[in-house]
């Protein structure tokens, strides 16, 4: 069945079920971080369920050295392309094509792991640069939404979302002089992907409908253009942890949530092969999902241990706040919804929503391969979420 009937039909009052994620009075997740190549996973055939990741954008310098490791051929080309003689244009579609090409592989391994009807969630950016005097985009979404496809997944549609700057010199070109400004980049691709049908599951499966997201969350969250996400919070972990950040070019931690709690349920594993500075764990660990990450550079692994113990607050004010932002919708509208929530002294608009249950981390303990979460309910009587 695919669990879209009415929860209540087969679950009675909705009442709780000891065990279960998402459902019983508490849940603990394990978030597992490895250094390792996205390339090539240490991971059993379909054995995640949801994908959210991002990997080094090509062309974007940041990432050069990056790249060149991966393949000397790289360098060259860029080299050859930087010179700026007669061959810098050729020089520099070589790179561009050897970059994704040295990408492809992760791609397979991320369809080789992916659960039958997961998602795959790919945030990527094209690329604006110079070469040999001529300036150009590299349509990086577009390299990169052609391989999942040649990977075997299923492309849905996606979105684009505005990266917030406040740069007072931000155009590019000629300034305010005609012809020659260009329009600024400032959004990112969030290339969304399934591998084939859509998942199912028994009818009022108790994890899924605690999962459940708000109706305006439905709403704002699948609009294919978000325009109120704001920059990586460079003050998770301190200073050491906003250095790695800035260096890795992590997405805000609200993006990676979202996502995780529009593709996934509780109980669910969530991978990012390219893990940078753990953005997508931290994620996880405050929407209750296991993790995975996968990172080649030791340091960005090292710097995240700050982060994690922060998770516990973070996860608690993110689900207060979706709290308090239902509230505020049910009261500004004008009749009051048909259906109660079991679990807090609210109404919802829908049916799937009345065993909506949002989870804090409560404690975060080191293992051996990376962390273990304890989750407990965030109350209705929760002060903070009034």
Known sequence: MSGDDDPHATEGDGG????????????????????????????????????VTSPPYPMVEQWDEIFARLDPAIGESLAAAESGGTDAGAAAERAFDAMHGALAPAWEEL???????????????????????????????????????????????GVLWRK?????????GSGTLPPNAYVTLEHEHVLVFRKGSCRSFDAGDPARYASAFFWEERNRWFSDTWDDL???????????????????????VELPY??????????????????????????????GRDSVGVERD????????????????????????????HRAFVADR??????DATHYGFPVVTKAERDIRLYAATDVESTAGGYRVEHEPIEATDPAAE
């Not at 969630?121 to 979404?141: E, I, M, P, Q, Y």
């Not at 917030?164 to 590019?172: E, G, L, V, Y």
Request: overall charge negative; charged content about 25%; some cysteine.
């Open 16 to 51: 709780e079920a000891d065990g279960v994620p998402g459902v019983g009075p508490s849940f603990e997740t394990d978030h597992v971080v490895g250094v390792g190549d996205a390339r090539a996973l240490a991971l059993p055939d379909e054995s995640v369920d949801l994908v």
């Open 111 to 157: 369809a080789r792991v992916l659960a039958p009807g997961g998602v795959a969630c790919v945030n990527v950016g094209d690329a604006t640069r110079s070469v040999g005097g001529r300036f150009r985009l590299w349509d990086n979404a577009t390299r990169v939404a052609d391989a999942l496809s040649a990977a075997g997944l299923d492309r849905l549609p």
């Open 164 to 172: 917030p700057t406040n740069a007072p010199t931000k155009f590019m």
């Open 230 to 252: 704001r920059g990586a919070d460079q003050e998770l972990g301190g200073d050491a942890s906003a250095v790695a950040r800035d260096r890795s070019g992590a997405f805000p």
């Open 258 to 287: 979202r996502l995780i709690c529009m593709y996934s349920t509780y109980g669910d594993r969530v991978l990012d092969p390219f893990w940078g500075t753990g953005t997508t764990t931290l994620a996880a660990m405050a929407a």
């Open 298 to 325: 030791t340091g960005l692994v090292a710097s995240f241990d700050a982060d994690a113990r922060r998770a516990p607050a973070f996860s608690r004010d993110r689900g207060r706040r979706r709290l308090r932002e």
């Open 334 to 339: 004008d009749e009051r919804p048909s259906y």
